[in-house]
């Protein structure tokens, strides 16, 4: 009877969070999930928050379950979680106060000072990250007079946090660390120079830590209360997309761009350097840091944040869809009557999308969608239009045709969203795995452990473990119509 290896990958996403424990045999991957919670924000006041001690208490609650289910012995447990938020800490290590959501409107006005301070080129240019609103420089930049960060002599990103309460040790991992827009593209450290230019305390930044280091073990105090043994805690790709991106299952040798597809569609191709050039800033492309050394240049595209929060108002307003109820309305809808730039800043927020969606097309003189099925198959054509425009950048910028789109994670259960993008951008997608971004925090770790060779040998067990769905592009001719139409309203 063959070995079995067993590692734990937590997941957080903006919504919800899970501790999935995945087995590896020598051939394939299993994945059993061991817990599921909701990731609930607070506002308090005008603040929106992160509600982080009780996420912690969900993170203890995971691995108690899976010890007591009788897995005592997993090898190693990983984080992943959405980018650019962190937590402030004293000099005693203390947490001062709860971490502020990305979504929080405190970074309002910054972007604009920065421009007026220093210079959006001169950031591109040193960090290769694109400018939003929620990047950790404008939340830095907007805190710069509180008395919080004048007295805070630790930063941790959010994964960063779960590691130190569980280890007791302090680092910042390069993955997430590059969403921050603090981090130099090519030397891969933090750009003092930035920091002192946007007057920053660069002192509260802890060494990096790269995807397959171990940051520490768990202290005496949780092996106590939990009742398991000193289990290492590996970094993994900690942003996200960055473990997401461990998991395409690439086959052969071919041209291919990914998108990472839920509450947000972060589309782009792998490369093994920076591309920072006039070209790629006037584009907004991002070089964040990834795995293996490598660098995930890219697009953040709001992906199906707005169609949640069309959700979400209705049911406030007492109609209770399922996103198969929504996704039928829409096939029944008229195709191609009006179009939204979903990136627009009027969809970044919480409130009533509906309501801010007919706003748009009234403002840009197009037929106003007013049923479920005309709002949301407004939405989806869109998000798949801007994946085309984003599609063409791509090829512009490296100089060749995508043959293939991976799309990975929760978003591909939308079959048609997984069509429209496919019949949008002409190009055959292959869907999967749904599980992207834990897979891969699994893989990582493994590698990490010396139980599979290299991220080529990862992917090939990934590929052979969870099913793929292919789709291929259809009404070229009328897609490309509406494209026509659609640059009228959107650019990058």
Known sequence: MSATYKVLAYDFGASSGRAMLFTYDGKKLDI??????SNDPVMVGDNFYWDILRLFHEVKTGILKTINAGH?????IGFDTWGVDFGLFDEKGRMLGNPYHYRDKRTEGMLEKLDEEVGKKYVFERTGIEFAFFNTLFQLMAMRDDAMLKQAKHLLFIPDIFNYFLTGVMKNEYTEASTSQLLHAKSKEWDRELMEKMNIPADIFEEIVHPGEVVGYLTDELCEELGCPKIPIIAVGSHDTASAVASIPVSGDYSYAFISSGTWALMGAELSEPEITDETYTYCFTNEGSICGKIQ???????????????????????EFSFNDLEQAARAAAPFRSFIN?????FATPGNMPKRIREFCAKTGQPVPETEGEIIRCAMESLALKCRMVADALEDVQG???????????????????????????????????????TGNAAIQFMALGKIENLQEARKIIRDSFPITYYEPADSEVWDAAYETYKQYVSL
């Open 342 to 346: 979903p990136d627009d800043s009027s």
């Open 72 to 76: 005592t012995d997993i090898m190693s």
């Open 400 to 438: 060749k045709q995508l043959d293939v789109i991976h799309m990975l994670g929760g978003g591909i259960k939308d079959t048609m969203l997984c069509e429209f993008i496919s019949c949008a951008t002409k190009k055959k997608v292959a869907a999967g795995p749904v599980e992207a971004t834990s």
């Open 32 to 37: 059993e999930e061991m817990h599921r919670f």
């Open 297 to 319: 240049f890219m697009k953040n595209i709001m992906g199906l944040w707005i169609v949640q929060e069309c959700r979400r108002q209705w049911a406030r307003e007492g109609k």
